[in-house]
């Protein structure tokens, strides 16, 4: 598990607190007890070296029992290593060999999640070896990189950071680990947790020589070992360097589980005197030391999704409608937390259980629009491990410590008092939400991706609910408010965009009247246990959510190019790994394509779609026959675009970009943009009757894609006879440009497949014309492409301003692109 790193600041601060404090030879002992400590961590890298090996040994051959086992036994190592992932000098390396999916905006499916539980995740839940081996070969990679830099010691490790790293990281054992599972997929947390003991005391044990009083030294040594008495009672292995631990996780009790966490507070409390004790001597460096802790400590959040894309003052109604509905739930939320005190207030605990299951429910629908008011959401909602000490911060409040009152620790006083600050804070809650002018449809959209997003990418494999193991309502209730938010604006939407998100809320729906069964998705309380639901009924939770998250872009989409332009658009600098929105209602912007659920008639193959089709499949054109296709001009699945949707009488249903022709009117039609037909038009079908269109709208879809085909006619997509040429390009001059490619085809059997977007030829056709072609010249996109001149040798010896192009490079063999393309010189 990655933390986040030291601030610098912070690190800066105890650093020169370390420096000042201690006389240069207590300094240097301290430095010497520091590096002992990084050697040891070295030779454990050297030992998690083979281990992957030989977990790529095991997937290459095949063997998926061989490769779990493998897998687990190359875990220990990095686990004891960890304990200097709090600090700066490990740089980006934590994160590529041991970040969870919630640490990325994208979760399980960012492209840049990478490490030991993407291996796990591909292992163990999808059982895809092809996809493990790819994973592990990234992960040595990184290893390889850290076993240099300990070996060499370039990390630069110093006292403070190495004691810092030591405490921040038995707390987080303490606060985080032990109550959300740590291992997901191969169930193997109590290794994780072993391996973190054992490095933080390797880190420690150095400095009992380094001047350490003999107290707090054999405070931490005895609360060690009542770490690892604690841990032989859960599991027989015990704490051990052998890696294989006799139990799976999921199997261990919320008591045992309890113990082992107070076991470990118990040893980071000690840790911390020590630490303490070695920094003293300077009272600002006990203070710096607890700040660079704390920031250590924090738990990563899900980054904010992009700002306002929304107008703030559109779709006023929608917005107003969905945040009644949370008002609603607020007044409901305070009546069930009556009978929730009564019960507690008479002692009676099982009728509390009972009452606390039932006063859960409104809060996680409401928890949509948590971002807006925060203050609110801590109060009531927040885990431990948002805090700094986790359980012990005495600002850890809400309903989660009243979970843990009521179902571990059997103390209804304590759960009364939580339940105090929940009250207050849920009154307040009441209160802002009466107020629609604090809430706005680009608000209201924020809170429904981010929370569609952070269910799958973190709440399903870190249990929500630890102590009442309650995640399933957790679940249930989150996509109930989403629904809340969203079904408002349904009515606003295209049908074609709305019938994906109620799909998609029906498919969640239905999915837990089977991992739920008999537990009524509107009132029911009688919860399935969620540690008792199995890693696959987990992906489908997973999967499910994340076609829920990825609809509502889509919606969030089309209502960005229906409302008015914001005022002042500040792009948000967090890029996001899911399709972006582009500007697809900007007719200047060139994306002329089609969507990837558009489909063509292939020869052999019938109805494909856009994404699966590949150069040299032949496809229907309008001359009756079919004829390869050569090129793509535009292939892109990652974008979110608008497109005009065009429905004829005859039941066809096209959808293409604003500025992409298609024959319109009879005898053969006159090329028209697609963005000007209007209701009556005449369009073609596959046979050449002509058919009237019935309706027109503008939807938002997924997926740009512009396949060009040898004969040059037109293609037949979805029934209907379209063009491959834009507004962008006189289509006969796009026709003669394309030339040079069709010719490259015919004679080299193109074996590239599809061309990028953004490579050269994605500028050239339909996309947007050569600024030599004139008229155009501001528009012509060269960032990144043909740029800085770089010029190819069909057709053209000079730029357009009359110097000369370089010489054409050498004719190359397997990438026709760079041989073929024309002069690109601007
Ligand atoms: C396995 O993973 C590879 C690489 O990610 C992917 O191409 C392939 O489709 C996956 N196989 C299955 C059966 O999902
Ligand atoms: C680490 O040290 C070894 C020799 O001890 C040397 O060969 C290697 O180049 C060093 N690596 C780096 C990155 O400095
Ligand atoms: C660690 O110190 C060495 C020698 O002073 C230096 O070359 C190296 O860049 C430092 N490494 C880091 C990560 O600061
Ligand atoms: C936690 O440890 C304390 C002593 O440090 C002990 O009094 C208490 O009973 C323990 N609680 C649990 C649940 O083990
Ligand atoms: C929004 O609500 C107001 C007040 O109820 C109403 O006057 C207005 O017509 C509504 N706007 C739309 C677009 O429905
Ligand atoms: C506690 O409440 C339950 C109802 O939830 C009731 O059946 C039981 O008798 C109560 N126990 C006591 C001791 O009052
Ligand atoms: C959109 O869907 C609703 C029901 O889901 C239906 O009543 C309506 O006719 C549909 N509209 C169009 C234009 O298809
Ligand atoms: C766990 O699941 C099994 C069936 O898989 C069921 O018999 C049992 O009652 C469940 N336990 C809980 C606590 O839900």
């Known amino acids: 598990m990655t933390r986040v790193a030291l601030s610098a600041a912070a690190a800066a601060a105890a650093v020169a607190a370390v420096a000042t404090a201690a006389s240069p030879a207590v300094a240097d002992e301290m430095q010497d007890a520091t590096d002992a400590g990084v050697a040891f961590l070295a030779t454990r890298c050297a030992a998690q070296q083979p281990l992957l090996a030989d977990l790529a040994a095991a997937l290459e051959s095949g063997n998926a029992d061989a490769s779990r086992t493998a897998y687990v036994a190359s875990r220990p190592p990095y686990e004891e290593i960890e304990v200097l992932a709090t600090n700066d000098m490990l740089g980006d390396l934590d994160a590529k060999i041991d970040a969870r999916p919630y640490a990325f905006d994208g979760g399980e499916d960012d492209p840049a999640w990478a490490g030991f539980h993407r291996v796990e995740r591909d292992l163990y839940r999808d059982g895809n070896l092809t996809a493990a081996a790819a994973s592990t070969a990234a992960l040595r990679a990184a290893v390889d990189d850290l076993c240099i830099a300990l070996t060499n010691n370039t990390v630069n490790v110093t006292a403070a950071q190495s004691l810092a790293g030591q405490v921040a990281l038995a707390y987080e054992v303490a606060a985080k680990k032990v109550s959300s599972e740590e291992e997901t997929f191969s169930d193997a947390s109590l290794l994780i947790f072993k391996h973190n003991y054992r490095g933080i005391q390797a880190l420690f044990t150095p400095f009992k020589e380094a001047g350490l009083a003999a107290e707090p030294a054999a405070a931490v040594d005895d609360a060690y070992a009542a770490v690892v008495a604690a841990y032989a009672a859960i599991d027989t292995a015990g704490v051990t360097a052998n890696a294989v631990p006799a139990r799976p996780y999921s199997g261990v009790t919320v008591a045992e589980r309890a113990a082992l966490m107070n076991a470990t507070y118990a040893y980071a409390d000690a840790l911390k005197a020590a630490h303490d004790a070695l920094l003293s001597g300077d009272a600002g460096g006990a203070s710096a030391e607890r700040a660079a802790v704390a920031a250590a400590a924090a738990v990563p959040r899900l980054p904010a999704l992009a700002a306002v894309r929304i107008a703030t003052d559109a779709f006023p109604n929608e917005t107003a409608a969905g945040v009644a509905a949370f008002s609603t739930q607020c007044s409901k939320q305070q009546q069930v937390l009556v009978p929730l005190r009564a019960a507690l207030e008479a002692g009676n605990m099982t009728a509390a259980r009972t009452a606390y299951a039932a006063a859960r429910p409104p809060y996680e629908q409401i928890e949509t629009l948590a971002a807006s008011f925060e203050d609110e959401d801590t109060a009531i909602d927040a885990r431990p491990d948002a805090f700094d000490y986790g359980e012990r911060s005495p600002e850890w409040a809400g309903l989660h410590a009243v979970e843990r009152a009521l179902y571990r620790d059997n103390d209804a006083g304590a759960a009364v008092s939580a339940l105090d600050a929940v009250d207050t804070a849920v009154a307040s809650l009441c209160e802002k939400l009466k107020d629609p002018t604090l809430f706005s449809a680009a608000g209201n959209f924020d809170g429904m991706l981010a929370l569609s997003l952070e269910v799958p990418a973190k709440k399903i494999s870190s249990e929500e609910e630890t102590w009442s193991d309650l995640s399933l309502m957790i679940f249930r209730e989150n996509a109930k408010g989403i629904a809340a938010l969203y079904e408002p604006f349904a009515p606003v939407l295209d049908n074609a965009t709305a019938a994906p998100v109620a799909a998609a809320l029906a498919n969640i729906k239905s ?63 967090t890029t996001t790994a899911m399709p972006s929105p582009t500007n697809g209602d900007d007719d200047s912007d060139g994306n002329t394509c089609f969507p990837a659920d558009a489909t063509v008639d292939v020869a052999g193959r019938g109805a494909v779609r856009m994404d699966a089709l590949s150069v040299g499949d032949r496809v229907r054109t309008s001359t009756g026959g079919y004829s390869p296709v050569y090129l793509f001009s535009h292939a892109d699945a990652d974008v979110a675009a608008m497109f005009v949707r065009l ?84 289509p006969r001059v796009a026709s003669a440009l394309l030339a040079p490619a069709r010719a490259a085809y015919m004679v080299g059997g193109w074996t590239t497949g599809v061309l990028e977007s953004g490579s050269s030829w994605a500028w050239l056709l339909p996309g947007g014309a050569p600024p030599w072609l004139g008229g155009v010249s501001s528009e012509a996109p060269t960032g990144g492409r043909a740029a800085g001149g770089v010029c190819r040798h069909v057709g053209r010896a000079t730029r357009v301003d009359g110097t000369a192009c370089p010489p054409p490079p050498p004719p190359c063999g397997a990438c026709f692109l760079s041989c073929l393309s024309f002069c690109g010189c601007p």
């Not at 293609?715 to 006189?730: F, I, N």
């Open 647 to 730: 429905t004829t009488a005859s039941g066809a249903v096209l959808r293409l970009t604003p500025t992409h022709y298609l024959p319109v009117g009879s005898g053969g039609g006159t090329l028209t943009a697609a963005g000007s037909v209007v209701v009556g038009d005449a369009l073609t079908t596959a046979d050449g009757s002509t058919t009237p269109v019935t309706a027109v709208a503008r939807v938002a879809g997924v997926g740009l894609y512009n396949p060009h085909v040898l004969n040059g006619g037109q293609l037949v997509v979805d029934g209907v006879r379209t063009s491959v040429y834009t507004t962008a390009v006189a």
């Open 511 to 573: 999915l837990w009247s089977r991992v739920d069964a008999g537990n009524d998705w509107e009132t029911g309380v009688a919860f399935r246990a969620y540690s008792n639901t199995t890693v696959a009924e987990r992906a489908d939770i997973h999967t499910a959510f994340m076609g829920l998250h990825r609809s509502l872009r889509v919606a969030e989409a089309e209502l960005k190019a229906t409302a008015p332009a914001p005022p002042s658009p500040s792009p948000d600098a």
